[in-house]
């Protein structure tokens, strides 16, 4: 089995600061792609942002020179450092992962629970 557990998440006034993480762990063979997607009440999930297992790292326009996703591979854990935010970025943001679980297993894709985040005007 494989967790994936997100942390960071509250309450910030408009212009401030989050840092997400989300960590994975179980039987891990070796995760590729890890990212981060949201949704607003009413609203479709959508991608925030993502990060190969090499470091190549892949933005929404509306959150481009603003958020920064990284990615510690010896610990299994990404991060979303969320900078400037704003009223629209409230929202509950899910970690994404695609696993595999052994050398020969076939990837899948795991999603967190979620983490609330809220920013006030």
């Known amino acids: 089995q494989v967790h994936l557990v997100e942390s960071g998440g509250g309450l910030v006034q408009a212009g401030g600061s989050l840092r997400l993480s989300c960590e994975a762990s179980?039987?891990?063979?070796?995760?590729?792609?890890m990212g981060w997607y949201r949704q607003a009440p009413g609203n479709q999930r959508e991608l925030v942002a993502d990060i190969s297992i090499g470091g190549n790292t892949n933005y929404a326009d509306f959150v481009k020179g603003r958020f920064t996703i990284s990615r510690d591979n010896d610990k299994n854990t990404v991060y979303l450092q969320m900078n400037s935010l704003k009223p629209e970025d409230t929202a509950v943001y899910y970690c994404?992962?695609?696993?595999?679980?052994?050398?020969?297993?076939?990837?899948?894709?795991?999603w967190g629970q979620g983490t609330q985040v809220t920013v006030s005007s």
């Open positions: 994404t992962a695609m696993i595999a679980m052994t050398i020969t297993g076939r990837p899948t894709n795991y």
């Open positions: 179980g039987r891990i063979f070796l995760i590729s792609r």
